[in-house]
């Protein structure tokens, strides 16, 4: 369940990231405060990142895993630094940068989600 909600917090995250970079060129209008959703998912990914793709019993802790445990955790700097110190973090080349991050926490969370389905189904059923 926390990891179905964590994968669903990320396709808003990229829906909201898309329509902000991608929107505002093509003359939609501005997200305004709505785009204080990415700023408040991304923290809430972060943290339940860590918590959904915790070592548990019956499933292998993969590297792919313990990597999309807290690869979250670089989009979410750079996005803060964004917020705090705008002139020197909000270049297009470090937007670019934090959208390729953003995307590989979303191929790097699907992956271990996968993996994590699989462990489930192999585990041996004591019904018989
Ligand atoms: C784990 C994934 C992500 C996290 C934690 C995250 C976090 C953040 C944060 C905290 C901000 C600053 C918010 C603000 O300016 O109010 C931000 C800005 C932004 N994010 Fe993300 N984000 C993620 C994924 C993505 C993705 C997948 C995309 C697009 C493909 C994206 C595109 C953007 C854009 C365009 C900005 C505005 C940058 C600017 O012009 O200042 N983000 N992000």
Do not use: C, W
Not at 68 to 83: K, T
């Amino acid at each position: 369940m926390p990891l179905s909600v964590l994968r669903i917090l990320l396709y808003v995250q990229l829906l909201l990231g898309l329509v902000k970079y991608g929107g505002e060129r093509i003359g939609l209008p501005p997200l305004g405060h709505v785009f204080d959703f990415h700023e408040l998912i991304g923290v809430i990914v972060a943290i339940l990142a860590i918590y959904a793709l915790r070592p548990l019993p019956g499933v292998q802790d993969t590297g792919v895993r313990m990597a999309a445990r807290f690869f979250p955790l670089l989009p979410l700097v750079l996005g803060i630094g964004f917020v705090a110190i705008p002139n020197l973090v909000s270049t297009p080349h470090i937007v670019l940068l934090h959208m390729v991050l953003g995307i590989a926490t979303i191929a790097l969370v699907e992956i271990a989600s996968a993996q994590q389905r699989r462990s489930q189904r192999r585990r041996p059923s004591f019904a018989g």
